[in-house]
T-cell receptor, first 113, second 115 residues
């Protein structure tokens, strides 16, 4: 079974608008971490934001926020005020306890001027 | 500047050859990782190392080998036994491998093409 599911292969957003990228996960562990990475066309994976399973508040980092709904097992990334430079692949990943990091297949975001 | 460097950026290999991809970090991280990325896919773990002179296989270790003689360096060798090596290879590091909160930071990647 897929541990991380990203159901949107591609998303489009107008510049300056907000966009939500979906991520659902599957785990029976109580302790886990959720990560979002951005991969521009250059290829480097850039860490954006982290959410721990015990964190009570949603994580935020600048224009990025994570909408964490534990009961639904979802960890959606919200990008506010989109910029042209936000166009990239976005990957959701999870680590259960001390296990390895598992990645979803990604969502390609295109920001239109 | 602290960071992770990978070289070369592009690598071409003839069938039957072994090639070695370099990964160096100056972040003083204990753990290092190698991932493979195929088009339209997420990352898959090849090998990881939590400490010098020790490493563990990931999900797709067959046809690859690694060494960890120095904390800063974790080279990956793609051997001739790897049936389909054409892919994008990413190296990462983290402070500690065994904590769920620990963030992995990535290098710029090496694109390997078999001719």
């Amino acid at each position: 079974a897929q541990k991380i599911t990203q159901t949107q292969p591609g998303m489009f957003v107008q510049e300056k608008e907000a966009v939500t990228l979906d991520c659902t996960y599957d785990t029976s562990d109580q302790s886990y971490g959720l990560f979002w990475y951005k991969q521009p066309s250059s290829g480097e994976m850039i860490f954006l934001i982290y959410q721990g399973s015990y964190d009570e508040q949603n994580a935020t980092e600048g224009r990025y926020s994570l909408n964490f709904q534990k009961a639904r097992k979802s960890a959606n990334l919200v990008i506010s005020a989109s910029q042209l430079g936000d166009s990239a692949m976005y990957f959701c990943a999870m680590r259960e306890g001390t296990e390895k990091l598992v990645f979803g297949k990604g969502t390609k975001l295109t920001v239109n001027p | 500047d602290g960071g992770i460097t990978q070289s070369p950026k592009y690598l071409f290999r003839k069938e039957g050859q072994n090639v070695t991809l370099s990964c160096e970090q100056n972040l003083n991280h204990d753990a290092m990782y190698w991932y493979r990325q195929d088009p339209g896919q997420g990352l898959r773990l090849i090998y990881y190392s939590q400490i010098v002179n020790d490493f563990q296989k990931g999900d797709i270790a067959e046809g690859y080998s690694v060494s960890r003689e120095k904390k800063e360096s974790f080279p990956l060798t793609v051997t001739s036994a790897q049936k389909n090596p054409t892919a994008f290879y990413l190296c990462a590091s983290s402070i500690i491998a065994a904590i769920s909160t620990d963030t992995q930071y990535f290098g710029p990647g090496t694109r390997l093409t078999v001719l």
